[in-house]
Nanobody, 117 residues
Framework: VQLVESGGGLVQPGGSLRLSCAAS????????MSWYRQAPGKGRELVAR????????NYADSVKGRFAISRDNAKNTVYLQMNSLKSEDTAVYYC???????????WGQGTQVTVSS
């Protein structure tokens, strides 16, 4: 099983980044997919989630209107489009899979996002 994140980096406040998470080794199409983040000295928090059933989404209040999660089942990939980035968005972003049929979860290794001028 692999969840490989990419797309992180350094961006100025107000800028945009698009994170990708390529999945393999499990049934992506029947897994709810999420992005979490963990800032220095803080706990891991849910950023966005997209279901496997109807691709419905939900977001943390802090990112609503700025971030968008999407999935491409043909490519086994989930994305996080991040716009109007703020310094408080600086964190390691983790991809998460919930293969609910088997009650199994998987985590990626994380990708660093730094928002700074």
């Amino acid at each position: 099983v692999q969840l490989v994140e990419s797309g992180g980096g350094l961006v100025q406040p107000g800028g945009s980044l698009r994170l990708s998470c390529a999945a393999s080794g499990f049934r992506f199409t029947t897994s709810h997919m999420s992005w979490y983040r963990q800032a220095p000295g803080k706990g891991r928090e849910l950023v966005a989630r997209i279901t496997s059933t109807d691709s419905s989404t939900n977001y943390a209040d802090s990112v609503k209107g700025r971030f968008a999660i999407s999935r491409d089942n043909a490519k086994n990939t989930v994305y996080l489009q991040m716009n109007s980035l703020k310094s408080e968005d600086t964190a390691v972003y983790y991809c998460h899979a919930n293969q609910w049929l088997t009650r199994t979860v998987y985590w990626g290794q994380g990708t660093q996002v730094t928002v700074s001028s």
